[in-house]
C-alpha cells in the first residue's frame, strides 16, 4: 500500500511516497480502508521535528474509511468489518490502509459523509472541547478568535455564536474576512494590517472574557492585552511559532489573567467524553447545523503540495488527502 512517511524531520520535500506492506491490526485493533485523511497543523509540527516522532514515521492522525479487517479481542466492541467508522489522535493515516485501536473508533451516522467525518474529527471536537470546557462560553460573552477563516477557526466561530457570544476574530485577506463573517463573527480585523489590540480596546474598552489563540509567537502577547479583568487566553497552538518564555507576574499586573494551554487528547481521554464530542460535533454536521468547509482535497501524492499551502496561509477551512 502508498503512504506518505518522513525519513528525516524536515521541510515539505521531506514526505516521502513509500509503498510498505499492508498492516496487521494487532489485538483491540481495526485495520481501515482510508476514504479520506484530514490534515492539520500538528502535521507541519512533527514534520519538521517542532513534536519529535519515531523515524520512518508515516504522517496524518485523522481519516474515515471502511473496516476491513478486527485483530484479537475487539468482540467486546460492537464494530464490524464493512463499517465505516472515524478516529483522531492516532498516527498513520497519510496511507491507504491504516490500524488504529477500535477504542478510538466512531461509528459515521449515515447522513455523514466519510470527507466530512475526516474533515470534522479533530477541528470539530477541538473546537468543541475549546467552548465548552477551557473557556466555557455564557451568553454575552465577548471573545476573540484568532485564524478565524482557518479549518479550527471556522469551527469556533460557529459554535461560539450558537452559545451567545459576541465574537471577533482575526484573519490575513479580505477573502477570509468574508469567510469569517459568512461563519457569524460580528467583528473582524485585519491584523496582517491594522494592530489588533488597538482595535479591539476602542471597540470594547472592558475587554473581552476569552481569546482563542492558535497563532501563538506572533499573537499571545497582544492577546492578553484584550483581556478584561480575570480574563483567559486559551493558548491551543503556535502557527506562527512558540510563544517564547514567559514571566507569569505579567499575568497579575494586566489584571489576575488567565492562560491555558490545551490539548484534545486530555478532552478526550475517556470513551464516554470521546463519544459526546464526536456524537455532538458529527450530529450538528448530520442536521446542518454545523457547516463544514472542505475545497482542499490533494491526492495522497501531493501532500507536500497541502503543507506548502498550509503553512503558507493559502488555505481556508479544512485540509483532505484522498488516498
Ligand atoms: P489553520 O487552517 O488555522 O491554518 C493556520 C492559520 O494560521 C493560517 O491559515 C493563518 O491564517 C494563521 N497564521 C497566522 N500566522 C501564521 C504563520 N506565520 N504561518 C502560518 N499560519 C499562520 O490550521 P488548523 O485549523 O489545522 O490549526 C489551527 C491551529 O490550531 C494550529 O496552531 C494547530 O496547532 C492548533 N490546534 C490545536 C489543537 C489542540 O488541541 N491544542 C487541536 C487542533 C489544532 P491567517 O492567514 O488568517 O492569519
Given amino acids: 500500500m502508498q503512504a506518505i512517511q518522513i525519513l528525516q524531520p524536515g521541510g515539505p520535500e521531506a514526505l516521502t511516497l513509500r509503498d510498505l506492506p499492508t498492516p496487521t491490526p494487532g489485538p483491540n485493533q481495526a485495520l481501515v480502508r482510508i476514504e479520506a485523511s484530514g490534515i492539520n497543523f500538528i502535521d ?14 508515516t504522517l496524518g492522525q485523522e ?3 471502511t473496516i476491513v479487517a478486527l485483530g484479537d479481542d475487539t468482540a467486546s466492541s460492537d464494530l464490524k468489518v464493512g463499517d465505516r467508522v472515524a478516529w483522531t489522535s492516532f498516527p498513520g493515516t497519510y496511507a491507504q490502509l491504516a490500524v488504529a485501536p477500535v477504542a478510538l473508533l466512531i461509528r459515521v451516522p449515515d447522513h455523514v459523509t466519510s470527507q466530512q467525518a475526516a474533515a470534522a474529527m479533530l477541528q470539530g471536537m477541538t473546537a468543541h472541547y475549546l467552548v465548552h ?19 479550527v477557526g471556522l469551527l469556533l466561530i460557529q459554535m461560539a455564536k450558537s452559545l451567545g457570544a459576541r465574537v471577533f476574530t482575526t484573519v490575513s485577506n479580505d477573502e477570509k474576512a468574508a469567510l469569517a463573517r459568512s461563519a457569524g463573527a460580528d467583528e473582524v480585523i485585519l491584523y496582517t494590517h491594522e494592530d489588533f489590540a488597538a482595535r479591539i480596546k476602542q471597540l470594547v ?16 502577547e497582544k492577546s492578553l492585552e484584550v483581556l478584561r479583568r480575570r480574563g483567559i487566553v486559551v493558548l491551543f497552538g503556535g502557527s506562527s511559532g512558540a510563544v517564547p518564555p514567559f514571566d507569569l507576574i505579567r499575568l ?8 491555558t494551554r490545551p ?19 458529527l450530529n450538528a454536521v448530520a442536521d446542518g447545523s454545523l457547516k463544514l468547509r472542505i475545497e482542499h482535497i490533494y491526492p495522497l501524492i501531493d ?15 479544512k485540509l483532505l488527502l484522498i488516498p
Avoid at 451568553?139 to 479549518?151: E, F, I, K, N
Avoid at 474598552?205 to 499571545?220: E, H, M, Q, R
Avoid at 497579575?252 to 492562560?259: A, D, P, R
Avoid at 490539548?263 to 460535533?281: G, I, P
Fill in 303 to 317: 501532500a507536500a503540495h497541502a503543507h506548502r499551502d498550509l503553512e503558507g496561509r493559502k488555505t481556508t477551512g
Fill in 205 to 220: 474598552p472592558s475587554g473581552l472574557n476569552a481569546v482563542y489563540d492558535s497563532v501563538g509567537k506572533t499573537t499571545f
Fill in 44 to 57: 507541519v509540527y512533527q514534520r519538521e521535528g517542532r513534536y519529535p516522532t519515531p523515524l520512518p514515521f
Fill in 133 to 151: 470546557s477551557s473557556y466555557a462560553i455564557q451568553p454575552g460573552d465577548q471573545v476573540l478568535v484568532h485564524a478565524g477563516a482557518g479549518g
Fill in 252 to 259: 497579575s499586573q494586566l489584571g489576575s489573567l488567565y492562560v
Fill in 63 to 65: 481519516a474515515a474509511g
Fill in 263 to 281: 490539548k484534545l487528547q486530555d478532552h478526550t481521554a475517556t470513551r464516554a467524553e470521546l463519544e459526546l464530542r464526536a456524537s455532538a460535533v
